[in-house]
């Protein structure tokens, strides 16, 4: 039951941030490949852990043990260490199916239910902070991601973290 309505979840939000993504139009400079967002410790939910943990599991061996390692290597204390999901290469997340709700949101103007709105200031170049606000979405209102949660141990990890569990 948690799976389904976290991929219910993941849904709403992946709807709001397409809508959010639509609205900025060529505003939105960020794309496949853009990693800044990736750098530095991310606290993440239990919710998102265990989804991450999912996904690494639908990995072939090899490539799960690459990101482990990377997990093992990570240095929590580093303002830009680079995500352990993070494939340095081609800048893209070897877990994008899987990532948190942090990260689905992050960049263009997204709320998930009554969380404020962070915009990464690398995304809008040339657009003001009106046309920024006029591209903002909510997901969400319903409440699911907290009623999710609060079945779940309500402690903060991060991604290195619920990689090595």
């Keep these: 039951m948690l799976v389904e309505s976290d991929q219910q979840l993941v849904q709403i939000v992946d709807a709001a941030l397409a809508e959010a993504v639509r609205r900025s139009g060529s ?3 960020c794309g496949p490949g853009c990693s800044q967002c990736c750098l530095g410790p991310l606290e993440i939910t239990e919710l998102d852990a265990l989804r991450l943990i999912r996904g690494l599991a639908t990995l072939d061996g090899q490539h799960a043990a690459v990101i482990r390692s990377r997990a093992a290597a ?3 204390e580093a303002e830009d260490a680079p995500c352990p ?3 340095l290469e081609s800048g893209r997340c070897d877990l994008y ?3 948190p709700i942090t990260c689905r ?3 263009p103007p997204v709320a998930v239910g009554d969380s404020g709105i ?3 200031e690398l995304c809008y170049g040339e657009a003001t902070n009106d046309q ?3 591209c903002a979405v909510h997901a969400d ?3 699911l991601e907290a009623a999710l949660l609060e079945g779940l141990p309500q402690r903060m990890t991060t991604v290195a973290e619920a990689l090595l569990r």
């Design 132 to 134: 920024i606000a006029s």
């Design 85 to 87: 999901a993070l494939d």
């Design 27 to 29: 505003w939105l400079e």
């Design 97 to 99: 199916e899987f990532r």
């Design 105 to 107: 949101v992050f960049g």
């Design 141 to 143: 209102d319903d409440g």
């Design 118 to 120: 962070g915009v990464c």
């Design 74 to 76: 990570y240095r929590a």
